[in-house]
């Protein structure tokens, strides 16, 4: 990796009496700062030392970046001292890895992580502190979980040779006992991650919510009617009428009005602001964004936010340039080396298994080629090609303004055994061209074109450096 230089004349003029405004929001970097971005890491092991054709080239795009981001959506914690246990609310599994993670994704290049996600709190606040508490000894910055509600959703500040990188976690996605809040009166705040929450509404034909009014209307004690005569509520869901049927999403005001004030705060004491949100909504199957998630991430950039980061779903949704800033939808999986072990009892009995003749392998893919045990079956199936494939994402900044941003094709070996797969590699012809091809057509909507040069995608600007 070259040397760094802080160049201090590539940021914007101070006043004429030598102080910034304490409102700007104008990114701040030295030229050539680079953001390295990747979507989910889900990782048991250490694996700089082992045997795995084709990562040393991952490797070493994440070490050039100034600041390089991954999510961290696994637990770190040595079980055989461990003295938590697996939670009756869980993200779908009980994610875990040995302590030795830590080191190891800070020699891959990991130097700055999102924390909240719905697998924060799988092994409870004993695995949520061990986890911050190995991260840190490892010199890797993360925000997202804490002790209350403001440790939580504080920034969490990376010094580079380039300029200061400020990061806010959230999540839409969480089990509800893991959210923290704030102290009130005598009663003490609550630790957990840090949340958005959203209000779901099912979408349906006019006319079908006409029959749900009269079913709702046939029950006893069906509760207030809604005022509003194009939306029903039945069952603890609500339903509205539109064009289209589906899924919206209206994010809470008071989480809205916080998030803004972190990340603002967030950007008054750094040069550059990184906010990143893990969304499942409205699914896994989903390759767009929620509804509310344009005009959120449009608005964290307004607030101070140099980028913004989508993961969640497990899969690549599309890119947006906003004001010269880029908001990545999400970024899919870059660890999907799921050899967790222990599982836990409830998952276990969750896919009919019994711990005493089955193994947490059968457990695991279970889970996964099967999905999420539902009334009429399984749903939610992640065992698909689509799954293991991904980009690595890298910004380039030049004059404060976005340069360049490059998109690294990766495929997480689908097709190999279970305990080999997960763990990325570079990919380019047909397999390459077809997972930038497939951005390529997301980004379209929101008005981004992806060149591809090389097996490479490439969204680059021109001379005046603006979108």
């Not at 061990?130 to 920034?155: C, F």
């Not at 034909?205 to 006893?220: A, I, W, Y």
Request: negative net charge; charged residues 25%; glycine residues 10%.
């Amino acid at each position: 990796m070259e040397e760094n230089s802080h160049d201090n004349n590539s940021r914007p003029a101070r006043r004429a009496d030598g102080y910034d405004t304490v409102g700007s929001i104008e990114t701040n970097v030295a030229d050539g700062f680079t953001m390295v971005a990747v979507g989910d890491l889900i990782v048991a092991r250490p694996l700089m030392e082992g045997q795995h054709p084709g990562f040393d080239a991952v490797a070493e795009i994440l070490r050039k970046g100034d600041a390089t981001f991954g999510n961290m959506e696994t637990l770190i914690f040595d079980i055989r001292s461990f003295k938590g246990s697996p939670q009756a609310e869980h993200g779908g599994a009980y994610h875990i890895s040995l302590p030795e993670v830590g080191p190891d994704l800070k020699a891959m290049g990991f130097n700055i992580m999102g924390r909240a996600n719905n697998h924060t709190l799988d092994w409870g606040l004993e695995g949520m502190r061990e986890t911050g508490r190995i991260l840190h000894e490892s010199g890797i910055i993360h925000a997202g979980a804490g002790e209350s509600l403001a440790e939580a959703g504080a920034a969490r500040f990376l010094e580079t040779a380039r300029g200061r990188v400020a990061l806010v976690s959230f999540t839409t996605s969480f089990t509800p006992m893991s959210r923290a809040c704030a102290p009130a009166g005598e009663a003490p705040g609550r630790p957990g991650l840090y949340a958005l929450r959203l209000t779901e509404s099912i979408i349906v034909p006019p006319m079908m919510l006409e029959n749900l009014r009269q079913v709702r209307n046939t029950l006893p004690n069906p509760g207030p009617h809604h005022k509003d005569l194009n939306r029903v509520g039945l069952a603890r869901l609500t339903f509205k009428a539109g064009d289209k049927a589906g899924y919206s999403y209206e994010p809470h005001a008071g989480d809205v009005a916080d998030i803004l004030r972190n990340v603002r705060r967030g950007k008054q004491f750094s040069d550059f602001c990184i906010v990143t949100n893990h969304c499942h909504e409205p699914g896994n199957w989903s390759q767009e964004p929620a509804d509310y998630e344009q005009s959120f991430a449009r608005k964290m950039i307004d607030a101070g936010a140099d980028a913004y980061i989508g993961h969640g779903p497990h899969q690549l949704r599309g890119i947006e340039i906003y004001k010269g800033r880029p908001i990545l939808y999400s970024l899919g999986n870059f660890f999907y080396d799921d050899l967790r072990t222990p599982v836990g009892a409830d998952m276990f009995a969750l896919y009919g298994k019994d711990p005493r003749t089955d193994t947490d392998a059968e457990v695991t893919v279970d889970e996964e080629t099967k999905g999420y045990p539902t009334a009429d079956g399984f749903v939610g199936a992640l065992a698909a090609p689509i799954f293991y494939e991904s980009v690595i994402s890298v910004s380039r900044f030049e004059q404060n303004r976005l340069a360049e941003l490059r998109l690294y094709p990766i495929e997480l070996g689908f097709a190999m055994r279970f305990a080999n797969r997960g763990i990325p590699r570079l990919v380019n012809g047909p397999q390459g061209k077809a997972i930038l091809e497939r951005l390529q057509k997301l980004s379209e909507p929101f008005g981004t074109h992806i060149a591809i040069e090389n097996g490479v995608g490439i969204i680059s600007f021109g001379p005046s450096l603006e979108r």
